[in-house]
């Protein structure tokens, strides 16, 4: 499973009334790192629902008894469960409506038989923001902020990335540097701070903030 794919710490409840169906899903999402929670009927659906505040449903619409869109009705009506994105498992012989799902508010449809990789991105797509099914993309995620420091350990500037790759960066900084300075930049990402001695190759700004660009020292 690779990075961008995963689901860690995100807890999805699967609602179906097959026992194989549930099986897969949680191996599949359990791999990828997300916390599962199942149910077998839509009364069961919307007691975990309501209780747990799951970060994500995927429902089945044909069950016995209550079927999935009378799940979604419940669901819709109270204020705990109502915004809790859900993605519909289909199969051909669902016949979805899509106006019927979209007046619901669903995120996405997920159809039968799985494709377990496209389940799982499906899921981190909705999870960034994304609701394809009314043709809403993610939110893009926050640019991770800077700080850059001289070789004596001075901060002289803070601000957020631009760009990176090998090589060096771009940042948009709250003050200017000197072209051909050496300095230090610390990327703050989500998974720890990055370190990079590097020189200033070129500065551009309007007076309140200053474009640099920066070559990685080795």
């Known amino acids: 499973m690779t990075s961008s794919a995963r689901l860690d710490a995100r807890r999805i409840l699967v609602v179906d009334d097959q026992d194989s169906i549930r099986d897969i899903l949680r191996t599949a999402l359990k791999e990828a790192g997300a916390e599962v929670l199942e149910a077998a009927s839509g009364a069961e659906a919307i007691e975990i629902a309501t209780r747990e505040a799951p970060d994500l449903i995927l429902l089945d619409i044909a069950m016995p008894g209550m ?3 009378q799940v979604l009705e419940a669901l819709r009506s109270v204020s705990e469960t109502a915004n809790i994105p859900v993605a519909l498992e289909t199969s051909s012989g669902d016949f979805p409506s899509y106006d019927q799902a979209r007046r619901h508010g669903v995120s996405a449809f997920i159809s039968k038989p799985f494709r377990l990789a496209d389940v ?3 899921c981190r797509r909705i999870l960034g923001g994304a609701r394809p099914l009314l043709g809403q993309e993610a939110r893009e995620p926050p640019a991770p902020s800077v700080q850059v420091r001289d070789l004596q350990d001075r901060l002289l500037a803070v601000g957020l990335l631009v760009d990176a790759d090998a090589g060096g ?3 948009d900084l709250d003050a ?3 072209q051909g300075q050496q300095v230090v930049l610390t ?3 989500a998974d720890g701070p990055e370190r990079h001695p590097a020189e200033v190759r070129w500065v551009s700004g309007d007076g309140r903030r200053f474009v640099h660009g ?5």
Do not use: D, H, P, S
């Open 169 to 171: 960066a771009q940042i």
């Open 67 to 69: 079927n999935g869109w």
């Open 187 to 189: 990327v703050i990402r």
């Open 120 to 122: 799982v991105e499906t």
């Open 214 to 218: 920066l070559k990685f020292k080795k």
């Open 176 to 178: 200017a540097l000197g």
